[in-house]
């Protein structure tokens, strides 16, 4: 019985633990963008050209060559998008969906899923300061936003996701 619950144990430490989902990037952007009856994703694996631009335009690394961008469509017209960044906070990651109008404003972040405490997600009312950003007010929006305590990494993090988010923005889909 002993030897059950040892092995028992060591299997539960050995599980991995996934990130907490808050909200699924399809119920974000139909929330964002209301009378949105489709929401359509595509993975979109971008060419080093792409990543040194993205890079060089939000001054920021990018974590990975490959993202997934989510339409919200009426109709034919597209009324939004997602850029869906996942990128790690402290020790583990957090999956941030950046959502952004047709004319290249960020309208609305939302934290999809986050695995450090959850006390080190920044507020809405933190997030709100990005919302009407555009890739060339962001740097400015970013130096006045107010720090947070307790969620410094946090709200780095989200800060360079939105420079990079409107980067990946005027390189793959402004004018799409």
Not at 144 to 165: C, E, Q, R, W
């Amino acid at each position: 019985m002993k030897k059950i619950a040892i092995a028992s144990f060591i299997l539960f430490l050995s599980l991995p633990i996934y990130a907490k989902v808050l909200i699924t990037p399809q119920n974000a952007m139909k929330q964002t963008f209301t009378g949105a009856p489709a929401v359509t994703e595509k993975t979109v694996a971008l060419n080093n050209a792409q990543i040194a631009s993205i890079e060089k335009n939000s001054k920021t690394k990018l974590s990975a060559n490959s993202i997934k961008i989510f339409t919200s469509q009426n109709k034919s017209k597209n009324i939004g998008y997602g850029v869906l960044l996942d990128t790690k906070i402290r020790s583990k990651n957090g999956v941030v969906l950046y959502m952004i109008t047709p004319d290249g404003a960020l309208k609305s972040i939302e934290i999809v899923a986050f695995n450090e405490p959850m006390e080190y997600i920044p507020s809405k009312k933190w997030i709100e300061q990005f919302q009407n950003s555009t890739a060339q007010t962001i740097e400015d929006n970013s130096k006045k936003a107010s720090a947070i305590t307790g969620a410094t990494l946090s709200a780095k993090i989200i800060t360079d996701g939105s420079k990079s988010a409107l980067a990946i923005y005027d390189e793959v889909l402004k004018g799409k």
